[in-house]
């Protein structure tokens, strides 16, 4: 199928909001299957998907042990999950119907090249949830607007990249939790912060330590709030005093008091003269906002820009130190 570009597409909530609503349940039954089969890791980045070159990716799920992988990939060029073991067997399922009929055919795909799983059907992290195997309202799919969403997703990616490129502390990788339905990289000062009280495990494991996160959500409504429109966000964790009146760049970006979060709408960033400059300027402003007042050694923690210019640099009489295409030696070695 072909599409025209448009670097940053219109993704006005409204005219999209029935097959958000189905990819997002897609994206469960797949997320689910991950969560099922790898090892547990910090804050629970063992479940995310990433950006791919055309779609979304589990990355490799083993199964049973190291020895077999899986990859299950959204393609949102021909509009289909793929799913690829590592022997060369593969099954291809068709995006599109009702999400009962996609998670029956997901398990019957799994099945047919070997794996065996069972996952929880119930969805998380939604208003009115219901079970994947009884599904039949959310049946909306709109192969243009998937790819829109896409496309947002895929230009985000490289710019939240960037920013992580600019910390040298313990961040997430630039990661699309299916949950919440939104694309986000979490820097961390190095403290624990004790978990939000009365919460579950899943909140105890990823809130138990100080961090500032950011990200990208498509909007309408979730279980902490709602908006009316797609939007870029960041907070930090725990929220220090005085947060909602720290200044923050661009001039649009403003705190929204029920979701507890700095906000830059989409339409705002897409109809500005530099997107990639004002998505950037949101996520330093917010970080630093929050960062200096939960005191974060912020002069050890982020990468000088002179640092980060060498390690880019393609002159070549740049000292080949500053141009190590691989893993520097262990300098303790002999």
């Known amino acids: 199928m072909y599409y025209k570009k448009k670097p940053w597409p219109s993704l006005r909530l409204d005219a999209w909001q029935d097959t ?6 897609y994206t469960q039954v797949v997320g689910k299957v991950r969560l099922k089969l790898s090892p547990m890791i910090n804050q629970w980045w063992q479940t995310p998907l990433y950006l791919a070159a055309r779609g ?15 990859e299950m990939r959204f393609d949102f060029l021909d509009h289909r999950l793929v799913i690829e073991t590592y022997d ?9 119907g009702a999400v009962k009929d996609f998670y029956r055919e997901v398990m019957e795909a799994l099945r047919g090249l070997g794996v065996e799983v069972r996952i929880w059907t119930m969805p998380v992290e939604v208003v009115d949830p219901i079970p994947f195997e009884q599904d039949d309202r959310h049946a909306t799919y709109d192969p243009v607007y998937a790819h829109r969403f896409w496309q947002v997703l895929r230009q ?7 920013f992580r490129g600019r910390f040298t502390g313990k961040s997430s990788p630039v990661h699309f939790f299916w949950g919440s339905f939104d694309l986000a990289v979490t820097r961390f000062s190095g403290r624990p912060a004790p978990p939000p009280e009365g919460t579950d495990l899943i909140t105890r494991l990823g ?5 500032s996160s950011v990200g ?59 997107p990639r400059s004002a998505i950037l300027d949101f996520a ?19 990468l000088r820009q002179k640092e980060a210019t ?13 141009l190590a295409a691989s893993k520097a030696p262990n300098p303790q070695g002999t």
């Open 20 to 25: 958000y609503q189905t990819l997002h349940m």
């Open 56 to 70: 979304l990716s589990t990355s490799p799920i083993p199964y049973p042990s190291c020895d077999r992988t899986f």
């Open 88 to 96: 060369g067997k593969a099954r291809s399922i068709a995006l599109g």
């Open 156 to 162: 985000a990616d490289v710019v939240l990249k960037e």
């Open 207 to 211: 809130y138990n330590a100080e961090l």
């Open 216 to 274: 990208f959500w498509p909007g309408g409504r979730g279980i902490q709030g709602e908006i009316s429109g797609a939007a870029f966000y960041s907070y930090t964790y725990p929220a220090p005093s005085g947060l909602r009146d720290q200044p923050v760049r661009p001039d649009k970006a403003f705190y929204h008091d029920e979701l507890g979060e700095f906000l830059l709408m989409y339409d705002d960033v897409r109809g500005s003269a530099d």
């Open 284 to 302: 330093q402003s917010t970080y630093e906002a929050g960062a200096s007042l939960q005191g974060w050694p912020m002069a050890e923690l982020d």
């Open 310 to 322: 060498a390690a880019t640099s393609q002159n070549p009489a740049a000292p080949p130190s500053e």
